[in-house]
C-alpha cells in the first residue's frame, strides 16, 4: 500500500491551500483516514481524521478553518485549509487505516509529507 500525498506550497497569510492524498495498492477497504503535521522541531501532531462514515475529528487548533474529506471510491482524502496562519507552517503527512485482500486486521500507512510554509 502507497500513499500519494500533494498539494503543499508557499502561501500567504490568509490564503488558503488544498491537499490531496491518494492510497494505491492491495486495498480491501480503509477505516480511518487522516492528516497529521509536524512543524519545524516539534512533534508530529494530529491534524484531522475521517471515518469511513464521514466522521471526522480536528485539532482545536484547525476548528473551523480546516476540512477534511474523502472519496472511497478513489482511495483519496482531502484537506481543504482556509485562513492559514504562519503556525500552520509545517509538513504534512497522510495517513491510511487499511484492511488488504486476504487480510484479518487493518494496519495504518503513511505517506511521504508533503510542506506547507505560511509566510508572508
Known amino acids: 500500500v502507497q500513499l500519494q500525498a500533494s498539494g503543499g506550497g508557499l502561501v500567504q497569510p490568509g490564503g488558503s491551500l488544498r491537499l490531496s492524498c491518494a492510497a494505491s495498492g492491495s486495498i480491501f477497504r480503509i477505516d480511518v483516514m487522516g492528516w497529521y503535521r509536524q512543524p519545524p522541531g516539534k512533534q508530529r501532531e494530529l491534524v484531522a481524521t475521517i471515518t469511513s462514515s464521514d466522521a471526522a475529528n480536528y485539532a482545536d487548533s484547525v476548528k473551523a478553518r480546516f476540512t477534511i474529506s474523502r472519496d472511497n471510491a478513489k482511495n483519496t482524502v482531502y484537506l481543504q485549509m482556509n485562513s492559514l496562519k504562519p503556525e500552520d507552517t509545517a509538513v504534512y503527512y497522510c495517513?491510511?487505516?487499511?484492511?488488504?485482500?486476504?487480510?484479518?486486521?487493518?494496519?495504518?500507512?503513511w505517506g511521504q509529507g508533503t510542506l506547507v510554509t505560511v509566510s508572508s
Open positions: 495517513y491510511a487505516q487499511v484492511v488488504q485482500y486476504g487480510g484479518k486486521w487493518s494496519n495504518g500507512y
